[in-house]
């Protein structure tokens, strides 16, 4: 089945400090993957995705994001953290046709000033 | 331009009333999704459809109903509310094309007592 993990609960970083939230994939043929970030009482953004093409995928907010098919990761990076970065971000893969995604069940960022 | 709207942003119901909420999105996008938000959990496709007139289910379609009447209207039913509803249900919607990001709107937070 095609699915996402995102395996740490929570990720704490100090302000200006690079932020990392993981994510692995299980998904057949060539994946999509999707970024999302959740702000509190708000609905999902989109941040970035990768299709195809180069590994390095940059998107909004300084976010960028790296795929590894070795390591069947998507991993969310930036290199100096914000208090503002602060939120609960979910990466997320096709779970067949039609569009629909299948989501992991979300990291917490927490950035302490 | 709008993007995607939902209402009511929040109810509490009693075990065994219904309910309708609805979504509305002004992209002109085919595709749209209704999930349940659950801590820990992270999002879980409940209906979606493909087209005006168009409907399948989910994940998690149990105890819900949806339609698509007009294309930029998508709403989800509950005919007999359960405390196991309790949630936050966002709309989403989307272009046709594979690896399309979602767009979310802000979500409302149902409580069944």
């Known amino acids: 089945a095609q699915s996402v993990a995102q395996p740490e609960d929570q990720v704490n970083v100090a302000e200006g400090n690079p932020l990392t939230v993981k994510c692995t994939y299980s998904v057949s043929g060539n994946p999509y993957l999707f970024w999302y970030v959740q702000y509190p009482n708000r609905g999902l953004q989109f941040l970035l995705k990768y299709i195809t093409g180069d590994n390095l995928v940059k998107g909004s907010y300084g976010f960028e994001a790296e795929f590894n098919k070795s390591q069947t990761s998507f991993h969310l990076k930036k290199p100096s953290a914000l208090v503002s970065d602060s939120a609960l971000y979910f990466c997320?893969?096709?779970?067949?046709?039609?569009?629909?995604?299948?989501f992991g069940k979300g990291n917490q960022v927490v950035v302490i000033p | 331009n709008a993007g995607v709207t939902q209402t009511p942003k929040f109810r509490v119901l009693k075990t065994g009333q219904s309910m309708t909420l609805l979504c509305a999105q002004d992209m002109n996008h085919e595709y749209m999704y209704w999930y349940r938000q659950d801590p820990g959990m992270g999002l879980r496709l409940i209906h979606y459809s493909v087209g005006e007139g168009t409907t399948a289910k989910g994940e998690v379609p149990d105890g819900y109903n949806v339609s698509r009447l007009k294309k930029q209207n998508f709403l989800l039913g509950l005919e007999s509310a359960a405390p196991s509803q309790t949630s936050v249900y966002f709309c989403a919607s989307s272009y046709v094309t594979g690896g399309n990001e979602q767009y979310f709107g802000p979500g409302t937070r149902l409580t069944v007592t």
């Open positions: 997320a893969a096709p779970l067949g046709g039609n569009n629909r995604l299948a």
